[in-house]
């Protein structure tokens, strides 16, 4: 089966947009401000920055290369290039992954959904206990947030069946610009509040005496997680980008517009809260319970504008969301209906049907049904904690040792130089970060996520 019998993204905006999308997700909007602010403000981004050249561009291309050189979903694509040797594994690992995220995942969009409905209806309006209890009192509710995360995963399932470039390309490039666009028009309206330079300040101004071993393993595992590294997710993308596509160009591209949107979504959060002398979590707590009281107090003049920016960033939370679980979804969808010789709405089907089984117990698992625990955790935070501290650092090691050590010079060479047309200079640099440099700084994240470094 060739690329062109699969399809493939039509332009080179589309790669973009779509690869990109599958980034910028809710982890964009909370984690990333969150620690940002926390770890040293505008010392931690440059300490960010760096790590993604170490770990997230060299990674994201040792996917890109996998991916785009067997033109087939990540299973085949691993075991085409070791011709049947058990890397294939790497691949379905990937697929089981991105299952399993889709599924917690839809928990979080499907309240993100809630709460655009709330927010169009006014009912967020209120003092920050009712908001607070709204907040309990919804998520722990057996219906509603298994409905809303039914609901999202249906949505993903509506995008995917229509293909690669009639339904993800097409819907990524609507979504993302959007996203964009609701973004600055909220960062600039927190950043006219009063007061609202302090959260600049905390945001952006270099604290160096924060920095230290800790932190720098957190930029590590912030670079890691944001790009989707570990998933399969780039390495399916890949297989769909055409033989011009310039891999590491596209790869600092997308890593460009998913750290631009990381700070931005500070730009967003930060100047309000402290607006209104609030010093924000991380979490859900920031973005169900901390953020509406933001919005009410900092806008109680203008309560016009409070109801729209709490319209607006709800949608933005879902649109963040929603490009997230697309890619997600289609991970699973291409080696599903490839491997199983069934049309591309079967597989989807089949993938709709597992993820919709795992939100649902996530969703129950959040206050209610009682014992849907696993070591100690609910399920959702399990799932969590078992797909990014586990199984995400994991295949991404695997890949750089793949590429890096495995698959022969030649082919990872001519895959990053499109066969000779681009310099080999930056190639020889990157395939030093991918043999060495990554497979440490992925070592290491994973170590420091369990106190063992």
């Not at 997680?225 to 310039?246: I, K, M, P």
């Not at 729209?308 to 289609?330: C, D, K, N, Q, R």
Request: proline share 4%; glycine share 10%; with cysteine.
């Amino acid at each position: 089966m060739t690329n062109t019998d699969r399809g493939s993204f039509g332009t080179k905006l589309g790669v973009v947009l779509a690869t990109a999308g599958s980034a910028v997700g809710l982890g964009n909007i909370w984690r990333f401000p969150y620690m940002t602010g926390q770890n040293g403000g505008a010392a931690f981004i440059l300490i960010y920055i760096v790590c993604v050249l170490m770990l997230g561009i060299p990674g994201m291309i040792a996917e890109f290369v996998v991916g785009r050189h067997s033109g087939a979903n990540a299973a085949r694509a691993y075991s085409n290039i070791s011709h049947g040797k058990p890397w294939w594994l790497v691949g379905v690992m990937g697929m089981i992954t991105s299952m399993i995220i889709l599924g917690f995942y839809a928990v979080v969009a499907g309240w993100c959904l809630q709460y655009l409905y709330a927010s169009i209806a006014g009912q967020l309006a209120g003092d920050p206990e009712y908001v607070a209890e709204y907040f309990k009192s919804f998520s722990s509710d057996a219906l509603k947030p298994t409905l809303w995360t039914i609901a999202f995963i249906v949505i993903t399932h509506m995008v995917v069946i229509h293909g690669v470039r009639n339904g993800i390309e097409k819907v990524s490039k609507l979504l993302m610009p959007l996203l964009f666009v609701l973004l600055v028009a909220i960062a600039v309206a927190s950043c006219m509040l009063p007061g609202a330079i302090k959260g600049i300040s905390f945001l952006l101004h270099p604290d160096f005496s924060k920095l230290s071993r800790s932190v720098l393993l957190d930029a590590l595992g912030q670079a890691f997680f944001s790009l989707s590294l570990g998933t399969s997710c780039l390495c399916t993308y890949a297989s769909y980008f055409s033989r011009q596509t310039n891999l590491a160009k596209s790869a600092m591209q997308i890593v460009g517009v998913d750290t631009l949107v990381a700070i931005l979504a500070g730009l967003m959060i930060f100047p309000a809260a402290f607006s209104v002398g609030v010093n924000p979590d991380s979490g859900p707590s920031l973005i169900f319970i901390t953020l509406p009281n933001v919005f009410n107090e900092a806008f109680a003049s203008a309560p016009g504008l409070g109801y729209a920016m709490s319209l607006m960033f709800y949608a933005l939370l879902s649109l963040a969301a929603l490009t997230s679980t697309i890619s997600m979804h289609e991970i699973g969808t291409a080696m599903l209906y490839e491997e199983l010789h069934v049309t591309r709405r079967q597989g989807a089907l089949i993938e709709t049907v597992v993820c919709c089984a795992i939100g649902v117990v996530c969703s129950l698992s959040c206050g209610a049904v009682d014992g849907l625990q696993l070591f100690g955790k609910s399920a959702l935070d399990f799932c969590d904690f078992i797909t990014g501290q586990v199984m995400m650092p994991i295949g991404a090691l695997l890949t750089c040792v793949f590429v890096g050590w495995y698959v022969p010079r030649q082919v990872v060479s001519d895959e990053f130089t499109n066969h000779g047309i681009l310099g080999s200079r930056v190639f020889r640099v990157w395939l030093f970060c991918i043999k060495y440099v990554t497979p440490l700084c992925i070592i290491a994240v994973f170590l420091h996520q369990f106190g063992l470094l």
